[in-house]
């Protein structure tokens, strides 16, 4: 072999590995390619173990060229098994990537619950003609459910109310604590804390040991109000109740007032409005009297007024109690008050 003529095959030899080398496109290629060219029959390989049976002259230069190959030859082995490795990472993401043209998943959304519906649009109405909400503790002394509001102990009013113990009393064993019955314990909280006037709706949870029926249940919801300041009649408890109902179910419903005892009004009375199925004629929902009785009401008694360090000589005050589920089988006309806790979400969706 001439220096010429082994300078010229090494610098054909390079070239046509180099062409090689670009089509490889995996591992196995470049491994094969590398076998082929450097591995310890590969062609350079050969050419280099040659150089040695040349004559000195030709030698040198035939090395340098040889030498330069298998430089060029291993740096592009080595960019190109980068430049594979780069394509395969973004092959790989691609297969992960999201499509962003595709229509989502549905995300199912959430709704209020009937009952929360009711109570914020009773809220509303009476917050709209002057009263501010407030709230109270469901677990109460017997002292606010019962004595402050004129029924002391053994009073057989207490009767009025099933009520769901708590086994728990204060330090003297005086005074019990239970489940309220009612919101109205939240009469003396609210006047204790401040002058009159005064005039607050109370939204909050009762508990009642009961059975219950298709108006009944023995957890269900309140809003108490109460409006205390000089000169405050009947007339005004009677105007607010009225404006209530008017906003509430609309001016074509009908309101009945009827006499009725609380301990804690004189006098008192109850409110119903006529039943949604049957018009008033009896049913199973309004147990055959033609009305569904939303609440119990009345002038606030003198003895709670004294008992909150209020005169009552100067000032004279109304108190309602209502249920709100009872407001809401009138208005959106549901048969069983026992569907609003049952959990049933064909129930419940019917208001989301
Ligand atoms: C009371 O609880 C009195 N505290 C209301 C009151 C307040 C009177 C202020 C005077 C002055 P009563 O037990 O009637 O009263 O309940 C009032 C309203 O709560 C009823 O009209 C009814 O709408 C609702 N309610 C009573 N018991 C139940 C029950 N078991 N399930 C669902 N709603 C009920």
């Given at each position: 072999m001439s220096e010429a003529n082994t300078t010229d095959q090494v610098e054909d030899l390079q070239s046509k590995a180099l062409r090689e080398l670009k089509v490889a496109s995996d591992t196995e290629q470049l491994e094969a390619w590398r076998v082929a060219f450097l591995g310890r029959r590969g062609e350079l390989t050969q050419v280099l173990r040659g150089l040695g049976s040349l004559p000195a002259e030709e030698?040198?230069?035939?090395?340098?060229?040889?030498?330069?190959?298998?430089?060029?030859?291993?740096?592009?082995?080595?960019?190109?098994?980068?430049?594979?490795?780069?394509?395969?990472?973004?092959?790989?993401?691609?297969?992960?990537?999201?499509?962003?043209?595709?229509?989502?998943?549905?995300?199912?959304?959430?709704?209020?619950?009937?009952?929360?519906?009711?109570?914020?649009?009773?809220?509303?109405?009476?917050?709209?003609?002057?009263?501010?909400?407030?709230?109270?503790?469901?677990v109460e002394w017997d002292t606010y459910n019962f004595e402050k509001l004129n029924i002391p102990k053994g009073h057989p009013a207490r009767d009025m109310w099933a009520t769901l113990w708590v086994d728990h009393t204060d330090e003297d064993g005086d005074h019990p604590m239970l489940m309220r019955t009612h919101t109205s314990p939240m009469q003396a909280r609210v006047m204790e804390k401040s002058d009159p006037p005064?005039?607050?709706?109370?939204?909050?949870?009762?508990?009642?040991?009961?059975?219950?029926?298709?108006?009944?249940?023995?957890?269900?919801?309140?809003?108490?109000?109460?409006?205390?300041?000089?000169?405050?009649?009947?007339?005004?408890?009677?105007?607010t109740l009225y404006e209530f109902a008017r906003r509430i179910f609309g001016a074509e419903r009908k309101v009945r007032f009827r006499c009725d005892y609380f301990p804690f009004v004189e006098p008192g009375v109850d409110m119903s409005i006529d039943c949604f199925l049957c018009d008033g004629k009896g049913c199973r929902v309004c147990a055959d009297t033609g009305w569904i009785e939303i609440m119990g009401a009345g002038m606030v008694h003198p003895k709670v007024l004294e008992g909150v360090g209020y005169d009552p000589n100067i000032y004279t005050g109304f108190a309602f109690g209502m249920g709100p589920e009872r407001v809401a089988l009138l208005k959106y006309g549901i048969e069983d008050i026992r569907l609003f806790y049952a959990n049933d979400l064909r129930f419940l969706r019917q208001f989301a």
């Open positions: 030698r040198r230069a035939a090395g340098a060229a040889a030498n330069a190959a298998r430089v060029a030859l291993e740096q592009g082995l080595e960019d190109r098994e980068q430049q594979i490795k780069q394509a395969d990472a973004a092959a790989g993401m691609a297969g992960e990537a999201i499509d962003v043209t595709l229509p989502g998943w549905p995300v199912p959304r959430g709704g209020l619950h009937p009952t929360t519906r009711i109570v914020r649009d009773i809220c509303n109405s009476f917050a709209s003609m002057g009263f501010s909400v407030v709230e109270g503790p469901e005064v005039r607050v709706v109370v939204p909050g949870r009762c508990y009642r040991y009961e059975a219950t029926d298709p108006t009944h249940e023995w957890h269900f919801y309140q809003v108490e109000g109460l409006a205390v300041d000089r000169g405050i009649t009947l007339a005004d408890l009677k105007g």
